[in-house]
C-alpha cells in the first residue's frame, strides 16, 4: 500500500481482527452493491471508505426529491441524475483508490449472471421481490455468498445467506413472496431515514467481516433492528432440505 492509504486505513490496521493482512483482502476484494437507495448509499460509503477495492453497483434509477431524506450518497444536485453517477462521484469524493464499475441496468434473468459473477461478495439492498428472488437464484448457481437486507416503518433485518459454505439461501428463509397488500413499499408504508443508514451500515460491517475472516457473520442467522422501541433481536435460519431453490445445499 501507498504511504497515504496506510495513513488512511490507520485505525483498520490496528484492529488485531483485520491489520495489514485483512486491509489486503480489503483492498483486493471485489464487491457488488445491488441498489444506490436508500440501504446501498451506506453500505457504498462505508465500504469505499474502508478501502475495497472494487465496488459494482446496480441501479437503473434516477435520483428524486423524495430519496433524499434516507439515501445519503446523493444530494440535491444530483436530482435527475442516474444514481449509479451520482454513487460514482460521491465513492471516488470519498476514497479515489478505490474503483467503481456502474451498471446503470434493472437486474434480468438475461444480465444477472453476467454481473454478478464478476464479483466475489454480493450485498442486496433492493426494493422488490422480484430482484431478491433472482439475486439469489444466480448467487446460489455462481456460489457466491449473499448479505441481504431489509426495511420498513421502524425495522430491518439483516442476514448472510451462503448455502456453499452450509448456511441456508434466501428462498429457504422466505420461500413463498408475501400476499399483495401484506409488504407494502417505503412510498406506502414510510420508513424513518436513519433506519437505513442503520441498516446499511450493519451490511457494511458484514461484507468487511466476511472479507477479512473477522468475528462471526450472520450466516444461519438473522438479526432484527427495531428502532421504534431501540430493540435487536437475533434468531437462528435453517436450510430447508426440500428448498425449490437451493435444493438443501447446506
Known sequence: MESDELERYARHIVLREIGGTGQQKLRKARV???GAGGLGSPVLMYLAAAGVGTLGVVDDDTVSLSNLQRQVLHSTKSIGMPKVDS???AVTRINPHVTIEPHPVRLTAENASDIISKYDLVLDG????DTRYLVNEVCINLRKPLISAAMSQWEGQIS????SNGGPCYACVFPNRPADGLAPSCAEAGVMGALAGVM???MASEAIKYITGAGEGLRS???IFDALYGETR???TAVNTECSVCRGAG
Open 234 to 236: 437475533k434468531f437462528k
Open 200 to 202: 446499511g451500515s450493519m
Open 221 to 223: 442467522q438473522m438479526l
Open 32 to 34: 457488488l452493491v445491488i
Open 126 to 129: 433492493s426494493d422488490n421481490f
Open 87 to 89: 454513487a460514482t462521484e
Open 160 to 163: 448472510l445467506f451462503d448455502p
